[in-house]
T-cell receptor
C-alpha cells in the first residue's frame, strides 16, 4: 500500500540554524500539507499546497517558514533561523482531492532545537 | 472559530471491554467530523468521517461514531477493545469554508490484558 514517507525521523539542530524537513507524498496525490504537534499539545495545521502554490496557511506559518516542491516527488518544509519553540513533531500529509478525500499522514519528523 | 474538545487525556480499559471516547466541537454550521488514530511511531490514520446523512458512521478496525447535533458531540465507540487498539486518538472538525481540520488534543488509550 502506498504511504507518505518523511526524512529524517529525528532532527536535532541548534537555535538559529536552518532546517529542511522532507516528505515524499503518495504519487497520485495533488494536495500536500504540513502539520506540527508540540509535545503534549494539539496537532496544528501549518500550510496546504496545491498546483505548486500555497492554498492555505495558518497564523503559525510566518516568514520563518517556507514550502517547496522541488521536483515531482518531494515536498519540503524549510524553517529558517530555528527557535526553541519550533521543537515539535512535524507531520506531512497528502490527499487526492480536498475535503472529501482522506489525508494520508507520514510518520513525522521530530525536530529538537537546542 | 471552530474548536474541538476531547475531555479525557487518558482512558484505560481491559481487553474485551467496550470503549467510548468523547469529542465535543464548537462550530455554528454543520461540521465535517473526523477521528484519527496514531500508533506509536506512526502517522495519523483516518478511522472514520462524517459529512452528512446517517449520523451513525462506521469506520475501520471495528470503530463507529455517532454525530449528535443537539449535544455537539461525535463520540467514538468500539464494542470490544483489542490490545492492538492502544494508541492516541484524535478527533477533528472542519467547516465548509475551509477543508483543513482542527484537531483536539487527543486521548491516549491504554489497554490492560
Amino acid at each position: 500500500e502506498p504511504e507518505v514517507t518523511q526524512t529524517p525521523s529525528h532532527q536535532v539542530t541548534q537555535m538559529g540554524q536552518e532546517v529542511i524537513l522532507r516528505c515524499v507524498p503518495i504519487s497520485n496525490h495533488l494536495y500536500f500539507y504540513w502539520y506540527r504537534q508540540i509535545l503534549g499539545q494539539k496537532v496544528e495545521f501549518l500550510v496546504s499546497f496545491y498546483n505548486n502554490e500555497i492554498s492555505e496557511k495558518s497564523e503559525i506559518f510566518d516568514d520563518q517558514f517556507s514550502v517547496e516542491r522541488p521536483d515531482g516527488s518531494n515536498f519540503t518544509l524549510k524553517i529558517r533561523s530555528t527557535k526553541l519553540e519550533d521543537s515539535a513533531m512535524y507531520f506531512c500529509a497528502s490527499s487526492v482531492g480536498s475535503l472529501s478525500y482522506e489525508q494520508y499522514f507520514g510518520p513525522g519528523t521530530r525536530l529538537t532545537v537546542t | 472559530a471552530q474548536s474541538v474538545t476531547q475531555p479525557d487525556i487518558h482512558i484505560t480499559v481491559s481487553e474485551g471491554a467496550s470503549l467510548e471516547l468523547r469529542c465535543n466541537y464548537s462550530y455554528g454550521a454543520t461540521p465535517y467530523l473526523f477521528w484519527y488514530v496514531q500508533s506509536p511511531g506512526q502517522g495519523l490514520q483516518l478511522l472514520l468521517k462524517y459529512f452528512s446523512g446517517d449520523t451513525l458512521v462506521q469506520g475501520i478496525k471495528g470503530f463507529e461514531a455517532e454525530f449528535k447535533r443537539s449535544q455537539s458531540s461525535f463520540n467514538l465507540r468500539k464494542p470490544s477493545v483489542h490490545w492492538s487498539d492502544a494508541a492516541e486518538y484524535f478527533c477533528a472538525v472542519a467547516s465548509g469554508g475551509s477543508y483543513i481540520p482542527t484537531f483536539g488534543r487527543g486521548t491516549s488509550l491504554i489497554v490492560h490484558p
